[in-house]
C-alpha cells in the first residue's frame, strides 16, 4: 500500500515519510528477543533481522533525538499507529506492531485505545478484546481503566450488551480494576438495553459506595430504561433527585422523560413537563418540539402539532426535515392527505427539501383516499422538479394504481422503473399481483409472479401469502396448494396471512373440516402464525353457511379464551345466522349483551366498547347493567362523575 504525503512531528523535527511500499515480511525468532541493549536499537538493519522488509525507509526512524524512555522514531512508529488505525488497514496496524516489538519499542496505552476504537468502527470487538487481554504480557503495557472502558464502549456500540456485561465482571473480579463513573454508565446502559432495569437501578445505588458520584448521562441512561419499561413515574421521580444531589439536567434529560409521556399519549403532563423545563432554564431544542409534535400527531391533535410548528419557529428553534415528515404523516394518517399536500408545498416554498419517505407517505395517502388524479398530479409535479424516484417511491405508485383498479397502468410504471435501472423488490410484484386478482385477471396476475420468480427477486412469505389468497379467491385451490407446498418446500414459515388465505380457500370450497385443521396446526407455530380475528371470521362464515351454528359458538369460546376480541365484522355474521337460521328468528340483543359482559369480566374494554357501538348502529339498546359495566371498565369514575355533574347543571340551570 503505498505512503505518500504523510507527515509526522516528533520534537521540534518535522520528518517527511516519503513514498514507499508495503510488502509482505516476516520476523526471525531472534526479532522476538526481549534483551537487545537500548544503545544497540539504532543498529538493528537487514543484517540484525534479515527476515524484515520494512514498511518505510529505515533511515526516518533514526533521524530524530532521544529523549527520556523513548527512542529514535518512536514518533513515526505511533503516527502510522494512528493513520492505519484511522483507515483500517488492521494488517498494517499489525505489522507495525511485530516491528515495534522486535525493536522493543515503548508501547502506549493510547495507541492501543486508539486500534481498539478501529475495531470498534469496523464490528471486530472480539479482536479488540483479544487485544486488551494481551496488552500486558505480549506488549508490557499494562492496562488502566482507560483501556478497559474504551473496550467497554466498543461492546456497547456494536450491540453486544451480554457480552459487555461478562467482560465487565470478568475484569473487575480477576484484575482488580477499580471502575469510574464511564464505567457505570456504560454498564448502566447495557442492563437497560437488555431490560434489566432493577440491575440497573441497583448498580447506580452503588456507585456511590464505589466513590462514583453519578453524572447527567447516568441519569439520562437510566431514565431512558425507565420510560421504555412503562416505568415513567419513577423516571420523573429520578429527575427530583437529580436535582436534590445538584446535578444540573440537560435537554436531554428532559426530552428523554417527554418521550416516554407521548409514547403513553398523556400529551397534557408533557406539556407541563417543559414548562417546568422552561423554569430551570433549560431551553427546548428542535428535539423537544419535535418529540411533542410527534405525539400530538399520534393522538390525533393535528391542529394543535401545526400550532407547536408556530411556536417553535417563534422561538428561534429551526424545524427540519424530521418535524414536516411528522407533521405531513399525521395529517395522511388522518385521512387528510390534501392537507398533507398543501403543506409540503408550504415547506418546499420555503427552500426546505422533502425526502422520499414523506413523498412515498403523502402519495400512498392519496392513493388510498381514492384521489388517484391528485396523486398522479403531485406524481409528475415531483418528477418537474427534479427528484428521482426511487424503488420505494416506484412501488408506491404501483400499489396505490392497484388500489384504484389500475393494474395495467401499474404494469407501465413497473416497466418504466426497469428501464430506469431500478430493481423492483418484492412489494412492488406483490402489488401488481394482488390488483391483477382483485381486477379478476388471474392469468395477468400468474405471468407477473412468472416474471418475479425469472428476475430472482426475493421471495418472501408475504409473496406467497398474496398468491395464494389470489388462487383461493378464484376458487383454484389445488393450485393454491401446490404454491403452499412449494413454499414449505424453500424453508419459508407460513405467517397469519397465509395461514387464514388457505382457510379461506377450503371454507369456499365448503371443506370446512379442512380449514378447522389448518386452523389447529396454527398453534403450534410460532407468534406470527398465531390466528387473528380475520382467521376466526372466515372459519364463523364457513361453519354458519354450512348451520353449524353450535360449532360456531364454541370457536367464538374458545377465541375469547386466547384473548382476541370480536370485532364488528364478527358480530354481524352471529346478528344475520341468529335472524336467518333460527327457529324462531331471535334479533341477537340478548347474545351481544351476554358477549359484552363476558368482555367487562376479563377486563376488555376496547372489545367490549366496539359491540356496545355496533348494537347501536343497529339499533339494539344494550340493557342497562351492560351499559354500566361498560361504562366502568372504559371510563375513570372521578370523569363518570364529573360528566353527569355537568348534565344535571346543564339541565336544572
Known amino acids: 500500500m503505498p505512503i505518500t504525503g504523510f507527515i509526522s512531528k516528533n520534537l521540534n523535527t518535522r520528518l517527511f515519510i516519503i513514498s514507499s511500499k508495503l510488502v509482505n515480511y516476516s520476523f526471525c525468532s531472534s526479532c522476538w528477543v526481549s534483551n537487545i541493549p537500548a544503545q544497540n536499537l539504532s543498529q538493528i538493519d537487514d543484517e540484525t533481522c534479515s527476515d524484515i522488509e520494512s514498511p518505510i525507509n529505515n533511515?526516518?526512524?533514526?533521524?530524530?533525538?532521544?529523549?527520556?524512555?523513548?527512542?529514535?522514531?518512536?514518533?513515526?512508529?505511533?503516527?502510522?499507529?494512528?493513520?492505519?488505525?484511522?483507515?483500517?488497514?488492521?494488517?498494517?496496524?499489525?505489522?507495525?506492531?511485530?516491528?515495534?516489538?522486535?525493536?522493543?519499542?515503548?508501547?502506549?496505552?493510547?495507541?492501543?485505545?486508539?486500534?481498539?476504537?478501529?475495531?470498534?468502527?469496523?464490528?471486530?470487538?472480539?479482536?479488540?478484546?483479544?487485544?486488551?487481554?494481551?496488552?500486558?504480557?505480549?506488549?508490557?503495557?499494562?492496562?488502566?481503566?482507560?483501556?478497559?472502558?474504551?473496550?467497554?464502549?466498543?461492546?456497547?456500540?456494536?450491540?453486544?450488551?451480554?457480552?459487555?456485561?461478562?467482560?465487565?465482571?470478568?475484569?473487575?473480579?480477576?484484575?482488580?480494576?477499580?471502575?469510574?463513573?464511564?464505567?457505570?454508565?456504560?454498564?448502566?446502559?447495557?442492563?437497560?438495553?437488555?431490560?434489566?432495569?432493577?440491575?440497573?437501578?441497583?448498580?447506580?445505588?452503588?456507585?456511590?459506595?464505589?466513590?462514583?458520584?453519578?453524572?447527567?448521562?447516568?441519569?439520562?441512561?437510566?431514565?431512558?430504561g425507565l420510560c421504555k419499561n412503562g416505568r415513567i413515574e419513577e423516571a420523573i421521580l429520578l429527575l427530583d433527585e437529580m436535582h436534590i444531589e445538584g446535578c444540573s439536567p440537560t435537554p436531554m434529560t428532559f426530552n428523554v422523560l417527554i418521550n416516554g409521556l407521548c409514547k403513553k399519549g398523556n400529551m397534557s403532563r408533557a406539556a407541563k413537563l417543559v414548562d417546568n423545563m422552561l423554569l430551570k432554564g433549560c431551553m427546548p431544542n428542535e428535539v423537544t418540539y419535535n418529540t411533542l409534535i410527534h405525539g400530538l400527531c399520534s393522538v390525533g391533535k393535528l391542529d394543535k402539532a401545526l400550532s407547536l410548528l408556530n411556536h417553535m419557529v417563534s422561538n428561534k428553534c429551526l424545524p427540519n426535515g424530521v418535524t414536516f415528515g411528522t407533521l405531513v404523516n399525521g395529517l395522511v394518517k388522518q385521512g387528510r392527505a390534501v392537507d398533507g399536500a398543501a403543506l409540503l408545498i408550504s415547506i418546499e416554498e420555503r427552500g426546505f427539501r422533502a425526502n422520499e419517505y414523506v413523498y412515498s407517505s403523502l402519495l400512498s395517502g392519496l392513493f388510498k383516499e381514492g384521489r388517484a388524479e391528485e396523486a398522479m398530479r403531485f406524481w409528475k409535479d415531483m418528477i418537474g422538479k427534479g427528484f428521482c424516484p426511487n424503488v420505494i417511491l416506484y412501488s408506491v405508485l404501483v400499489d396505490g394504481l392497484c388500489r384504484v383498479q389500475r393494474p395495467n397502468d401499474a404494469k407501465e410504471i413497473l416497466s418504466e422503473m426497469i428501464h430506469l435501472g431500478l430493481t423492483p423488490n418484492a412489494f412492488t410484484y406483490?402489488?401488481?399481483?394482488?390488483?391483477?386478482?382483485?381486477?379478476?385477471?388471474?392469468?395477468?396476475?400468474?405471468?407477473?409472479?412468472?416474471?418475479?420468480?425469472?428476475?430472482?427477486?426475493?421471495?418472501?412469505?408475504?409473496?406467497?401469502?398474496?398468491?395464494?389468497?389470489?388462487?383461493?379467491?378464484?376458487?383454484?385451490?389445488?393450485?393454491?396448494?401446490?404454491?403452499?407446498?412449494?413454499?414449505?418446500?424453500?424453508?419459508?414459515?407460513?405467517?397469519?396471512?397465509?395461514?387464514?388465505?388457505?382457510?379461506?380457500?377450503?371454507?369456499?370450497?365448503?371443506?370446512?373440516?379442512?380449514?378447522?385443521?389448518?386452523?389447529?396446526?396454527?398453534?403450534?407455530?410460532?407468534?406470527?402464525?398465531?390466528?387473528?380475528?380475520?382467521?376466526?371470521?372466515?372459519?364463523?362464515?364457513?361453519?354458519?353457511?354450512?348451520?353449524?351454528?353450535?360449532?360456531?359458538?364454541?370457536?367464538?369460546?374458545?377465541?375469547?379464551?386466547?384473548?382476541?376480541?370480536?370485532?364488528l365484522y364478527t358480530c354481524d355474521i352471529f346478528l344475520r345466522i341468529l335472524r336467518e337460521k333460527m327457529d324462531p328468528p331471535q334479533d341477537g340483543k340478548e347474545f351481544l349483551d351476554e358477549l359484552i359482559l363476558r368482555l367487562c369480566k376479563w377486563q376488555r374494554g376496547l372489545g367490549a366498547s366496539n359491540i356496545l357501538q355496533f348494537m347501536l348502529q343497529k339499533f339494539l339498546p344494550p340493557e342497562a347493567s351492560t351499559w354500566r359495566e361498560v361504562l366502568q371498565l372504559c371510563c375513570k369514575q372521578r370523569k363518570i362523575v364529573a360528566a353527569l355533574e355537568k348534565c344535571w347543571s346543564d339541565l336544572f340551570h
Open 59 to 224: 533511515d526516518i526512524f533514526n533521524s530524530s533525538k532521544k529523549m527520556g524512555s523513548y527512542q529514535l522514531g518512536d514518533s513515526t512508529f505511533y503516527s502510522l499507529i494512528d493513520t492505519y488505525a484511522n483507515s483500517g488497514d488492521f494488517k498494517s496496524l499489525e505489522r507495525v506492531f511485530d516491528r515495534m516489538k522486535c525493536e522493543c519499542r515503548v508501547f502506549r496505552e493510547k495507541d492501543f485505545i486508539l486500534v481498539f476504537k478501529a475495531y470498534g468502527k469496523a464490528f471486530l470487538h472480539e479482536k479488540a478484546i483479544d487485544l486488551f487481554n494481551r496488552m500486558d504480557d505480549e506488549f508490557n503495557c499494562k492496562p488502566t481503566i482507560r483501556s478497559f472502558n474504551s473496550i467497554l464502549n466498543v461492546i456497547v456500540q456494536v450491540g453486544q450488551f451480554e457480552k459487555a456485561l461478562n467482560f465487565y465482571e470478568s475484569v473487575v473480579e480477576c484484575w482488580n480494576m477499580m471502575p469510574n463513573v464511564l464505567t457505570f454508565n456504560l454498564v448502566i446502559k447495557a442492563l437497560c438495553k437488555l431490560g434489566k432495569v432493577d440491575n440497573a437501578i441497583e448498580l447506580f445505588r452503588e456507585m456511590p459506595v464505589q466513590q462514583c458520584v453519578p453524572d447527567g448521562f447516568t441519569y439520562n441512561t437510566l431514565m431512558d
Open 430 to 567: 406483490s402489488s401488481l399481483i394482488k390488483g391483477f386478482f382483485k381486477s379478476g385477471n388471474s392469468q395477468e396476475a400468474i405471468l407477473t409472479w412468472k416474471e418475479m420468480e425469472a428476475s430472482n427477486c426475493f421471495l418472501n412469505v408475504v409473496c406467497y401469502s398474496v398468491l395464494i389468497n389470489g388462487l383461493c379467491e378464484e376458487g383454484k385451490l389445488k393450485e393454491a396448494m401446490a404454491v403452499w407446498r412449494k413454499m414449505l418446500g424453500r424453508g419459508l414459515k407460513p405467517d397469519v396471512v397465509a395461514y387464514s388465505s388457505l382457510i379461506n380457500g377450503f371454507c369456499k370450497a365448503g371443506l370446512v373440516e379442512q380449514g378447522l385443521r389448518v386452523f389447529n396446526e396454527m398453534f403450534f407455530q410460532g407468534v406470527d402464525s398465531q390466528p387473528d380475528v380475520v382467521t376466526y371470521n372466515i372459519l364463523f362464515t364457513g361453519l354458519c353457511n354450512g348451520n353449524r351454528l353450535s360449532r360456531a359458538i364454541d370457536l367464538l369460546n374458545g377465541m375469547l379464551d386466547h384473548g382476541c376480541d370480536p370485532d
